[in-house]
């Protein structure tokens, strides 16, 4: 059972938006940065948003994610196949000292 | 361009211990401000945090596993390993090296992950 909860998958047209939240407590999302990952099969993760809404260089503004409270939201807009993958928030919780991690998101490109 | 190489045996025995390394290159573990960590991937399952250890010394594990790992630097090499023992089958997995600028922050790069499997 993951401290951080995501839905196990989502799904959506290829153009279109889709958002994944990551719901946790104020020990973790409610008081400490949430990351954002992308995972493909047989690859390493790559990070995607950091400092709960900041991008990496590199990452499109297609990718975009927010905070409030104890919850966290990645966006994705103009979806392609490509983004077909697993997707994971992380972040601090000070209460375990511990990087954690959420369960994961499949996103599905219909 | 920092990259990160894990290696190690992709198999161990029940009971024994699991000794990964971390080759990075492209920067150098003493002299910049950053952690160094260890995440895992069991087959199937989602990202497990293992521990870090800073550019100082100073390491910081998973309480779950924190009685069976030691995270450890080699600044001659420019290498951090990492020790897991008494491993079980629910240590089989896929094992990252990674980097990251705060224990609270987002690790930016990865190695490219080695399995690791438990089995006799």
């Known amino acids: 059972q993951s401290v951080l909860t995501q839905p196990p998958s989502v799904s959506a047209a290829p153009g279109q938006k889709v958002t994944i939240s990551c719901s946790g407590s104020?020990?973790?999302?409610?008081?400490?940065?949430v990351s954002w990952y992308q995972h493909l099969p047989g690859t390493a993760p790559k990070l995607l948003i950091y400092?709960?809404?900041k991008r990496p260089s590199g990452i499109p503004d297609r990718f975009s994610g927010s905070k409030s409270g104890t919850s966290a939201t990645l966006g994705i807009t103009g979806l392609q196949t490509g983004d077909e993958a697993d997707y994971y928030c992380g972040t601090w919780d000070s209460s375990l000292s511990a990087v954690v991690f959420g369960g994961g998101t499949k996103l599905t490109v219909l | 361009q920092l990259q990160l190489q894990e290696s190690g045996p992709g198999l161990v025995k029940p009971s024994e211990t699991l000794s990964l390394t971390c080759t990075v290159s492209g920067a150098s573990i003493s002299s910049t401000t950053y952690y160094w960590g260890w995440i895992r991937q069991p087959p199937g399952k989602g990202l497990e945090w293992i521990g870090s250890?800073?550019?100082?010394?100073?390491?910081y594990y998973n309480p779950s596993l924190q009685s069976r790992v030691t995270i450890s630097v080699d600044t001659s090499k420019n290498q951090f390993s990492l020790k897991l023992t008494s491993v079980t089958a629910a240590d089989t997995a896929v094992y990252y090296c990674?980097?990251?600028?705060?224990?609270?922050?987002?690790?930016?790069?990865w190695g490219q992950g080695r399995l690791v499997t438990v089995s006799s």
């Open positions: 990674a980097r990251h600028g705060a224990l609270t922050s987002g690790f930016l790069y």
């Open positions: 104020g020990s973790n999302v409610g008081n400490n940065y």
């Open positions: 400092d709960n809404n």
């Open positions: 250890l800073y550019y100082t010394g100073s390491t």
